[in-house]
Structure formats: C-alpha cells, structure tokens
C-alpha cells in the first residue's frame, strides 16, 4: 500500500516564476492537508480538502498561493510569482474519513533564487 | 499565537536513558493529540496519539501521559537508542476542525 506520494521532491524557481506542488494521497484518503515548513520551525497549517472542495484555507496566504484537489487526480499547491520567502520543505497528508490520523508524505522542498 | 508550547526545544540523553518532552495547549476544545517523528529530509511520521478519555498509552518504547486539568501532554522514550535521534513534534486537533496544530519541535540526539 503506497504511502501519500508528493512530486517533485525539489523544485527551484527563480523569483517571479510559479510553483506547482503535487500530492496523491493515500489509497482510499479522501481528505488532503497542506503544510509549510520553514528552516528549523515547525509544522504550519495551510489548507484543507476534500475532492472538489476546499473545507479550511485559514493558514494560506491571501494573495499568491491556490490549492485544489479535483475528482481525478492529485491537490495542486499553487504558488505564483514566487519570492524569497516561499522557500520552505511543503508538506501533504492525508486521512481517510472520518479520522484523525493523517500521514504525511516526504515533502517537496522549494528554493527561490 | 502558538497554540501548542513544546519545550524543550533540545534533548541530549545517553543510550539507554529516558527522553522526555512535554507539550502544553489552550484551547480546552482539543481531542487529539499526536507525536511525529521527523528524520532530516524526510516528512513527519505518526508515532503515537492519545485522545482526552485516557491518562497514558503506551506503544513499545514510547509512552504519552495525558493531564486534561494542566492541559499538558509529554512523550517519553524509554531505552532510548541512537536511532531515535530525531525531531519529535507534538500536535494537537478537534473534531471540527482537521488540521493539527503543532508545537515547534525538539530535536533529541540520542549518545552512544
């Protein structure tokens, strides 16, 4: 049983250019997590979804940063006009419902140069 | 406002000795509570969790003491071994809710 899958595992983008960050859930999740971490911090909340609907966005960031989670296929982490301070390990999990447990896959790690 | 205190930010024990960390939270309206552990350049695994009805679980080597009034919860690894030495997150969530609220981790280094 494959664990939840994120791609790529690092990504660089220069200041300006977009970021797309994929996850897959666990087989049979249907609940999706996004999750920023930056150099030596914790775990910070970003998003919440189920397919084709976003539940809690309260730790995104207004401007910029998008999530979706379609019926077919993995959640998109939208980042635009990336800048410095988007550098950060972006983390997904999942959880079957209802359930608390989530998992977390292995990250993908953004620069900004 | 961080809403789960995690402290202490880092722990070096012998082999063999105990670890212990200790999380406190606010908001009383918490009924979950997971340990992650995070290895460098990977994600968080689930170690082990405790809801409110109970005072203490234990899994293995690591145990969770649970103290509702305090509203404080602490991990111990017991017999601890080199390849525990990791970063331990302490998390907290409701039911309503979904997402964890995590503490700002400790780093243990385990001594041979």
């Known amino acids: 049983n494959a664990g939840v899958m994120q791609n790529p595992r690092h990504l660089v983008r220069r200041r300006g250019q977009e970021a797309r960050l994929r996850c897959s859930p666990m087989k049979g999740h249907s609940h999706v997590y996004w999750y920023r971490q930056l150099p030596e911090e914790g775990l910070k909340f970003m998003v919440y979804l189920q397919k084709e609907n976003i539940i809690d966005e309260s730790g995104m960031p207004k401007e910029r940063f998008s999530a979706e989670f379609p019926k077919e296929g993995p959640s998109i982490l939208r980042i635009q006009q990336v800048v410095r301070g988007d550098s950060a390990a972006y983390f997904c999990a999942s959880s079957p419902p209802p359930s608390y447990e989530q998992y977390f896959g292995p990250g993908t790690r953004l620069t900004v140069t | 406002q961080q809403q789960v205190k995690q402290s202490p930010q880092s722990l070096i024990v012998q082999k063999g000795g105990i670890s212990i960390i200790n999380c406190a939270y606010e908001?009383?309206?918490?009924?979950?509570f997971p340990w992650y552990q995070q290895f460098p350049g990977k994600g968080p695994a689930l170690l082990i969790a405790?809801?409110?009805?109970?005072s203490e679980k234990k899994e293995g080597r690591f145990t969770i003491s649970f103290n509702k009034s305090a509203k404080q919860f602490s991990l111990h690894i017991m017999d601890s071994q080199p390849g525990d030495s990791a970063t331990y997150f302490c998390?907290?969530?409701?039911?309503?809710?979904?997402?964890?609220?995590f503490g700002a981790g400790t780093q243990v280094v385990v001594t041979p």
């Open positions: 998390a907290a969530s409701r039911s309503s809710w979904g997402k964890l609220q």
């Open positions: 405790i809801r409110p009805d109970v």
């Open positions: 908001n009383t309206a918490f009924d979950y």
